[in-house]
T-cell receptor, first 112, second 115 residues
Framework: SQQGEEDPQALSIQEGENATMNCSYK?????LQWYRQNSGRGLVHLIL?????REKHSGRLRVTLDTSKKSSSLLITASRAADTASYFC????????????FGSGTQLTVLP | EAGVAQSPRYKIIEKRQSVAFWCNPI?????LYWYQQILGQGPKLLIQ????????DSQLPKDRFSAERLKGVDSTLKIQPAKLEDSAVYLC?????????????FGPGTRLTVL
């Protein structure tokens, strides 16, 4: 398994603004997953994008994947205070033991 | 459906004491994971079970940590003896099958403080 590196480490925005966070990885992947962790809680799966997909939407979430650059981005539109959380990406390598390996995440703060 | 249950939610112990955490995965989920999350970091996988067999325990400090999943359902993670650096949140997760496309469902975690 390989670890994704999220960037930036911290992001602070006003409610209603869009938030973009990025993920980079090193080797080829089968898919990439994004998770959210609210303070004091477990992680929650947000979205999975397969290696042959370039963009995927789910509600206010938009994920892109550029396999040539080995990077992904997560866009949250019209952010809300409830979006305040840490966001983690997990690249799943081809042939791996289907394990998730997390970086340190992006801490998003949405100010009311 | 009920989520992943963990207990206790919080535990404070002295170093060199023992502690055990319990996890009940989502019904029917064959794969169970234990993660350690140190403050400010992402979760780190400690051990992965498929039913009641261990798939990967390469990052489990086996001199002090042990885990079991009897009958392929509930699981316990034990630390004996605890060290100061074991202070962390211990997360349990489960997935339906061991597949690259399966999302993992996480419990709320157990926050361990070792004094």
């Amino acid at each position: 398994s390989q670890q994704g590196e999220e960037d930036p480490q911290a992001l602070s925005i006003q409610e209603g603004e869009n938030a973009t966070m990025n993920c980079s990885y090193k080797t080829s992947i089968n898919n990439l997953q994004w998770y959210r962790q609210n303070s004091g809680r477990g992680l929650v799966h947000l979205i999975l994008i397969r290696s042959n997909e370039r963009e995927k939407h789910s509600g206010r979430l938009r994920v892109t994947l550029d396999t040539s650059k080995k990077s992904s981005s997560l866009l949250i539109t019209a952010s809300r205070a409830a979006d305040t959380a840490s966001y983690f990406c997990a690249p799943i390598s081809s042939g791996s033991a289907r394990q998730l390996t997390f970086g340190s995440g992006t801490q998003l703060t949405v100010l009311p | 459906e009920a989520g992943v249950a963990q207990s206790p939610r919080y535990k404070i112990i002295e170093k060199r004491q023992s502690v055990a955490f319990w996890c009940n995965p989502i019904s029917g989920h064959a794969t169970l994971y234990w993660y350690q999350q140190i403050l400010g970091q992402g979760p780190k996988l400690l051990i992965q079970f498929q039913n009641n067999g261990v798939v990967d325990d390469s990052q489990l400090p086996k001199d002090r940590f042990s885990a079991e999943r009897l009958k392929g359902v509930d699981s316990t993670l034990k630390i004996q003896p605890a060290k100061l650096e074991d202070s962390a949140v211990y997360l349990c997760a489960s997935s339906l099958v061991m597949s690259s496309y399966n999302e993992q469902f996480f419990g709320p975690g157990t926050r361990l403080t070792v004094l």
